[in-house]
Structure formats: C-alpha cells, structure tokens
C-alpha cells in the first residue's frame, strides 16, 4: 500500500503541475493579445503624431484586418486544443488515482506516460499566426492617416 501512497502522491503533483502550467501558458498568450493591440495604439499616441484615422474599407486595409481576425480565431481554437490535450491526460491521471485509492487497480507502466500527439505542431501554429499577426499590425499601422 505504500507505493500505491507514493504514486497516488507522484500523480497528484503531476496534475498540480500540469495545471500551473497550463496557467502560465495562458498568461503568456493574453498578455501577447490581449495587452499587444494597446501597446501599438498608445505607441501611436505617444510619438505626438495622433492619427486621423485610418480607411476602413480600402484594400491595404481590409485584408490584414481579416487576416488579422482570423489569425485571432486560430490562436483560440489552438489554445483551446492544448489546453483540452493537457486536461484529458490529467483525467486519466485522476482515474487511476481513484483506482488506486480504491485498492480496485494496478498500474502498467503505458498508463503513466503523458501523451502529446500534437503538441509540437499546436505550439507552431500558436507562435508561426503570432508572427503573422504582428505582420498584419504592422501593416494596419503603416496605413494609418496622419
């Protein structure tokens, strides 16, 4: 009983873990675009050359602003699919606690190991529309009237 104590200790640490990570992950992502968007306008603000406005409906416009939006929309349907990938495998930790807490179960070694199928390929995506983003940005600023 007492290695069933140790790893039900071991996989409760995972879990708290893998929960403050999934905390920092989104810290970091909301700072990028939650706080970026102000940044540029005050950077504008603060040259001491406030814009008039921008064309809305020009070309030079519109098109990074959709790309822009949709950039948007794939950073939180990316985020979201790290985040249910990290809950999931931490389900299956709680399960196998509870096995073990019941005295019901034994352990395989396969059921410890952390699955990340496509993990590597979330983060690219995140970071590579990041990029791209602050292309977009760059152009929505170059069109602003002054």
Not at 106 to 121: A, H, M
């Amino acid at each position: 009983m007492a290695q069933e104590d140790k790893l039900i200790d071991y996989l409760s640490k995972e879990i708290e873990t893998q929960t403050n990570n999934l905390m920092t992950f989104r810290a970091r992502i909301n700072l990028a675009v939650f706080v970026g968007p102000f940044v540029l306008m005050g950077s504008l603000v603060f040259r001491n050359d406030i814009p008039r406005g921008i064309h809305l409906w020009s070309l030079k416009t519109l098109i990074p602003a959709t790309v822009l939006a949709l950039i948007y929309l794939t950073l939180g349907w990316v985020c979201c699919s790290i985040e249910t990938q990290i809950w999931r495998q931490c389900n299956i930790w709680r399960k196998l606690i509870a096995e073990l807490s019941s005295g019901n179960g034994s352990v395989k070694p396969d059921q410890l190991e952390f699955g990340y199928p496509k993990l590597r390929l979330a983060y690219l995506i995140v970071y590579s529309t990041m990029i791209l983003a602050f292309v977009c940005v760059g152009i929505l600023i170059s069109q602003v009237q002054r």
